[in-house]
């Protein structure tokens, strides 16, 4: 916490004359010989860091930019440094460099070590924007980044001057603390990279390096190129590369949607060819919601359907589409929130605004799961048939939907190839074969690769039992099979699901919760999330932030509240939880440190033996941001 400056410090600093702002230093730099002299000007490095935050709003879409970035947000970018003109912090840069700072009149009786009254030069900086009146949010701002002295704040005054001089700009009105937050990190970004080696030689002239730098920290605007050919897209080069024939014939019939089944040898193009289709997908789906229609795009994994929704989001933003995201690990209330929103658009609350734009919606099987949406056009990653069949059913719901002219009720499959998810199931499905038995993923493409249309309800049997048929199984299909049965490394067996359900689904008549009974097929250890702001103990209670930045207390005894108060508090508190996979955790924090905050009080912790599955971990905030 940035502290404020107090009467104290500025007695301390008040009679000490001011060095012009013009000649102060924010860096040091070390030249070829290995010695250390003043780097550039607080002047040259806060133009740097607005020039590259100015650079770096303009890498946004238009649509997203102006929601996210209010005018004149280079300004506080630029300003995060004006701490810097402070005798303090001039005393330190001129120790860097191996000289005394007690030689220079002006900073003869400093004492570097009082930056920590104050919070070092970060501290100035708010102090110094609180005493000026910029608007809410920018102190604070700036003194997250990182005495007072009338002559020397008059410095400070000189130079917010000459920064809204040189970028003709003024300071941003926030809308919101959350606009504030992206600011804030666009400040810390911004000064990263006018911090790195494009800029450290303060005799180079720097404006020309603002696009390299930005680039080469890599904030490449994606630019998606529509109607490439088969050789702009694999040899953009030398635009040589020519589709084999069985790669034109598969092309050729990629026109419209479908499954499409590519067959061939190896060596014959099938993974280029599988490519270019999904590439044409994604064309097609941006294409079909530029039209106006409502698009549904389906992924296996929160993964891959966070990566859809990134590939798609942007650019359907530059074509006046909306884009959604649904998927299990939002907050319970978060996610709530959101099947609200987009239920309401897809169904029929929705049917009057279906006209106002076009839509895609991204998820993962939720919307499988008792969701009245309504969809003009599908797109889903393969599955097994009985997870498929659910799917179409959120394409041409009702009869009575109103929808653009141009749509048909079409369903693409994103599918490999046979013969490759067979020799290496993994590699074909991806993400998809850690979800679904990669037996069952064959067995379910053996069936749908003979399809070209399916009559809904009536062609639903005959799929299912062509699936699930039991047969006698040789080579890489009983390979297959045996892991269904027996399980792998990463995921127990059909047998030992059944052994386990037996065992621990009941025990003396009692039914166990589902998150004590392993049974599911996918079974990677998870851990309960607690997402907050911020969680601090202190007088008997520990304080509570929430996402939303309403406020709880927890108190240090049951007998502080009633069973109801307590009962209100812990369902608060477990809407803020997520169940996620090991990988995306943070360090656990250790059972007795979560006691001391008593949080025992609401979630049950577990034993030791159980910390893994049981353990709650805490992704607490620093200045509010998550």
Known sequence: MVKRL???SLRTENAIPAIGFENCPAKTWMQSDGSVIQGRSVLSHCQIVGEIARCLISRFPQSIRDHMFPPGSEMVAASHDIGKVSPAF????????????????????????????????????????????????????????????????????????????????????????????????????????????????????????????????????PVIRCRLSFAEVFDPVNRAMQPREPQSLFIEQVSRPGVYIFEAQMGMGKTEAALYAAYQALEEALRRAAQGQQVLWIENTVAEAQQRYLDLASRAAQEGCETGLLHSRFPPQHRAINEDRWVALYGRPGWSQRANCGRILVGTQVLEQSLDIDADFLVSRFAP?????????????????????????????????????????????????????????????????????????????????????????????????????????IRIGEQAQQALAKLTLSRGGKTLPEHKAETRYSNRD?????????????????????????????????????????????????KQLVRVPTAFCPPRIAKHELEKLHLHEVFYLGGLKMMKRNCVSLLSAIQGSY
């Open 526 to 574: 998870t851990y309960d999330l607690l997402l907050l702001r911020r969680l601090h103990s202190q007088n008997g209670a520990t304080g509570i932030q929430l996402l939303d930045g309403r406020e709880l207390t927890l108190p240090h005894g049951r007998h502080r509240l009633t069973n109801a108060e307590w009962c209100k508090l812990a369902i608060a508190l477990h």
């Open 6 to 8: 107090t009467q104290a």
């Open 385 to 489: 048939t009985d997870m498929l069949l659910q799917r179409p059913g959120r394409l041409w719901r009702h009869a009575g939907t109103p929808r653009h002219v141009s749509a048909r009720p079409e369903c693409w499959l994103l599918a490999p190839e046979l013969e490759d998810a067979l020799t290496s199931p993994h590699s074909a499905f991806g993400l998809s074969a850690r979800v679904y038995s990669p037996y069952v993923l064959c067995r379910s493409l053996e069936v749908w690769k003979k399809i070209q249309l399916i009559h809904l309800p009536s062609g639903i049997r005959p799929l299912i039992d062509q699936t699930y048929v039991d047969r006698p199984e040789t080579g890489q299909w009983a390979s297959l099979l045996y892991e269904l049965k027996n399980g792998s490394r």
């Open 90 to 221: 001039m005393a330190k840069i001129v120790t860097a460099c191996g000289n005394d700072y007690r030689s220079i009149p002006a900073l003869a009786r400093i004492d570097p070590a009082l930056e920590k009254m104050w919070g070092g030069h970060a501290g100035v900086s708010q102090a110094m924007a609180e005493s000026i009146g910029v608007p809410r949010y920018v102190a604070e701002i700036l003194g997250q980044h990182h005495g007072f002295n009338p002559q020397v704040n008059d410095e400070r005054k000189k130079l917010v001057s000459a920064l809204k001089e040189c970028l003709k700009a003024h300071w941003p009105t926030f809308d919101s603390a959350a606009q504030a937050r992206i600011v804030a990190g666009l400040t810390s970004v911004a000064d990263w990279i006018g911090s790195g080696a494009f800029f450290e030689n303060p005799n180079e002239d720097w404006q020309p390096n603002i696009t390299a730098a930005l680039n080469d920290a890599g904030f490449i605007k």
